[in-house]
């Protein structure tokens, strides 16, 4: 599976990261942070998903549940790996 899916030309983990940095900017610190990113990785992965077609079975709809957790995943430790990079960095 790769996360390079593309909505008018903006890569869907670029939206995350984006979405997961304004939750930052209200406040959000810390481990509700990288749950943040979990929960918008999700949301927004079901709903490209739903884009792309309508699940019509229970198949259909595990598939685009499993890639919006994925894409959750990936989201929520993309985030921890630029957190402790630039932390490293400011040592």
């Known amino acids: 599976m790769d996360f390079d899916q593309i909505v008018n030309g903006i890569p869907l983990i670029f939206v995350v990261m984006g979405l997961v940095e304004l939750a930052k900017a209200f406040g959000a610190q810390g481990k509700l942070l990288t749950g943040l990113s979990f929960a918008?990785?999700?949301?927004?992965?079901?709903?490209?998903q739903l884009s792309l077609f309508m699940p019509a079975n229970f198949a259909e709809w595990f598939g685009a549940v499993v890639f919006g957790l994925a894409l959750g995943l990936v989201a929520s430790k993309v985030y921890d790996a630029?957190?402790?990079a630039s932390a490293s960095a400011l040592k």
């Open 82 to 84: 630029f957190k402790s």
């Open 40 to 48: 918008i990785g999700l949301v927004v992965g079901v709903l490209y």
